[in-house]
């Protein structure tokens, strides 16, 4: 039987709203929401973070941290990292690494879940999360990745730009003629596949993008793709906060 556990990067210098972490979501820090979701999902949860204020807050409320580097260039990387601290703390081996956005307080746990069933077949390295998408207006927006996927089920590319392009038909009916999937930024690892990921250089398509997942196609790696209705709710801005708090 493989062994999950959800690990939850935390920052304290976020750009666009610096503590976020720390930030009250319906009378909790918002790391304690997301820890407390996600706990419903795994029995092994930890937060990772390189800052002892949010280390502080999670010991406050019962839950389990690991301190990692501040010069992670990504998510994915303080993930490698504090898989190896914990591995080492617990003295266990963990088959699936599951990366759970710290700024979606409202992670469900059948999403985490959905994300389990495709461990059971073996080819694949990586999971993700898909939504279908049904309107112009998100399909066109930059901000919002589409995904491509063969008849698997396995990702053939990730891109901010409408993808694929719908030959001789006015944009706002694209959302009409094809079903555009977005990404949702929930991903599991095989340990083995989150290791070997973490030693690959940046990739032209991943620097074009902007996009990390687009370097693990470019080296052979399967990101399978699982289509749900769970819509994610990101918190990035104080603005995003106060529409939160309002839910």
């Known amino acids: 039987m493989l062994k999950f556990i959800g690990i939850i990067p935390a920052r304290y210098a976020s750009t666009r709203f610096p503590g976020k972490p720390l930030a009250?979501?319906?009378?909790?820090?918002?790391?304690?929401?997301?820890?407390?979701?996600?706990?419903?999902?795994?029995?092994?949860?930890?937060?990772?973070?390189?800052?002892?204020?949010?280390?502080?807050?999670?010991?406050?409320?019962?839950?389990?941290?690991?301190?990692?580097?501040?010069?992670?260039?990504?998510?994915?990387?303080?993930i490698c990292e504090a898989l190896q601290k914990i591995e080492q703390l617990e003295k266990t081996n963990f088959d699936v690494v599951f990366n759970i956005q710290g700024d979606?307080?409202?992670?469900?746990?059948?999403?985490?879940?959905?994300?389990?069933?495709?461990f059971n077949d073996p080819s694949t390295d990586i999971a993700t999360l898909g939504k279908l998408m049904l309107n112009a207006e998100d399909i066109l927006n930059p901000n919002h990745v589409k995904l491509v996927r063969d008849f698997r089920g396995k990702a053939l590319y990730f891109s901010r730009s409408p993808i694929p392009y719908i030959r001789n038909y006015p944009q706002n009916q694209w959302h009409e003629k094809y079903s555009f999937i977005k990404h949702l930024g929930i991903y599991a690892y095989r340990a083995e596949a989150l290791r070997k990921i973490t030693q690959l250089e940046p990739s032209p398509l991943e620097l074009a993008e902007s996009l990390e997942q687009n370097r693990w196609l470019e080296n052979g790696f399967t990101i399978m793709v699982e289509t749900t209705d769970y819509e994610s709710i990101s918190i990035d801005t104080p603005e995003d906060l106060e529409r939160a708090n309002r839910i």
Not at 32 to 51: G, L, N, P, W
Not at 104 to 118: K, S, V
């Open 24 to 78: 009250i979501v319906k009378g909790l820090p918002m790391v304690q929401r997301v820890y407390q979701q996600a706990s419903i999902a795994f029995e092994h949860v930890y937060v990772a973070t390189d800052d002892e204020r949010i280390s502080s807050a999670v010991n406050g409320f019962g839950g389990k941290v690991i301190m990692t580097s501040p010069n992670h260039p990504s998510g994915t990387d303080r």
């Open 104 to 118: 979606e307080p409202f992670i469900q746990a059948e999403a985490l879940n959905q994300l389990r069933a495709c």
